[in-house]
């Protein structure tokens, strides 16, 4: 098996079509067809139901297509990467959320430029839901994001726990207290965070409303932190939200501490269990020297 062959395969995998797929890898349909029934005997079983009307996957094809493009992926990324050694200059891709970009990189990313002078580094600002797909996938070396971390394939290590505390408009009455009491939270107006885009910050904040008892009265749903800040900036309610939010605040509004043991949020630092580069390794190191 050759890779020729699995990139024929997700041709006609994407475009469920032979005729597309052929277009599109600029060779023949009868060759393209033979390639893919060559694939199938070697790998054992169909990986296609045909039919006149149309061509889709079948359960092993479907299982087949996520290994297939993890390996091109991977060939890909290989290569990019010789290219770069070859040419002196190595990249580190990083995907985050926006509390490594407040409280991790301005201290690790400086050094990191110290240490590696010609080192490029390129960041991609990705919800967690998507940042495992990308480790997988190749697309970044490394990822600061929230947990869940499902994938056996990956490693990963707390590099930040903050609590939540309170967001509110400037003139909110709750603004003039020190601390906020959960019970003083129940039936206010509440932005809350998106599920699939905010990771363990719903899951958190969920299960700390459910175990004090406050009614969340949710106004607005927010898809990011930025919007979140931006919808208890126009009044429209409160937020719970991870502690680095109050370096973003303006005078529309404000933080404060909850009373009693706040609930916390952990920040993951997540890669590959594969060896690395020395400019990752290196980025690891100086993560692991901040936090302690």
């Known amino acids: ?100 970009e407040i409280r991790v990189f301005p201290v690790i990313l400086p050094r990191l430029r110290l240490r590696y002078p010609d080192v490029n580094v390129e960041l991609r600002s990705l919800p967690t839901a998507e940042q495992e797909e990308a480790l997988l996938r190749g697309d970044i070396d490394v990822a600061f994001m ?53 990771g363990q910050v719903h899951s958190v904040v969920e299960a700390y409303c459910e175990a004090h008892g406050i009614e969340r009265k949710v106004a607005q749903v927010a898809t990011n932190i930025l919007l979140n800040l931006n919808l208890v900036g126009m009044g429209l309610g409160y937020a719970l939200l991870p502690a680095y939010v109050s370096s973003l605040t303006s005078s529309a509004i404000c933080t404060r501490p909850l009373e009693g043991e706040p609930p916390t949020i952990d920040l993951l630092m997540v890669s590959r269990k594969e060896p690395h580069s020395a400019e990752l390794e290196a980025l690891f190191e100086l993560v692991r020297e901040n936090e302690a």
């Open 1 to 100: 098996m050759e890779l020729r062959h699995l990139r024929y395969f997700i041709a006609v995998a994407d475009e469920l079509s032979f005729t597309r797929a052929a277009q599109r890898l600029h060779t023949a349909q009868p060759s393209l067809s033979q390639q893919i029934r060559n694939l199938e005997d070697e790998v054992g079983t169909p990986l296609f139901e045909r039919t006149r009307r149309k061509v889709e996957l079948t359960e092993a094809g479907k299982v087949f297509l996520a290994e297939a493009r993890l390996v091109v992926a991977q060939a890909d990324r290989a290569v990019a990467r010789a290219r770069q050694v070859g040419q002196g200059r190595a990249t580190v891709t990083i995907g985050f959320v926006p509390a490594a």
């Open 146 to 198: 929230r947990r869940p971390v499902l994938s056996p394939e990956l490693r990963s290590e707390v590099v930040l726990t903050e609590p939540l505390v309170v967001v509110l408009p400037g003139g909110h009455p709750l603004a003039k207290l020190p601390r906020i009491a959960p019970a003083q939270l129940s039936g206010e107006p509440f932005i809350s965070t998106h599920p699939q885009f905010s």
